[in-house]
């Protein structure tokens, strides 16, 4: 198992976790809160997020490009242009015959 981030927090490491996860790597955390399975007690203060030897180097990037992404402040990935301009909004509504077959209104 290779280290391949040191969180600030559990919070901060389990969204790692999940970032890497999600993308079809196995993650785990390791830290003072978490028993390090090797030796049954925590092993160190730090939040670590670990993963196998092989994936650490696609893990690491992926974690870079987290990092370093731009700021979205946009919570659902949609952006609205607002104006100050009020709009009129037309709508074609159909228009119904209410009389019956014998031409008395309904």
Known sequence: MTPIY???SELDAQ???DLL???GIAAHIF??????PEAGVPATRQVRVVVEDEEAAEAR???HEWQTAPADNDDDGFSVAIDDEPHEIEAS???FDLTDAAG???
């Not at 830290?31 to 390090?36: E, F, I, L, Q, T």
Request: cysteine-free; charged content about 15%; hydrophobic content about 55%.
């Open 104 to 106: 008395d209104k309904a």
């Open 31 to 36: 830290g003072p809160n978490m028993a390090d």
């Open 15 to 17: 969204l790692v976790q």
């Open 61 to 63: 990037q992926l974690v």
């Open 21 to 23: 996860v999600t993308a």
């Open 6 to 8: 040191v969180a600030e």
């Open 93 to 95: 509504v159909p228009v």
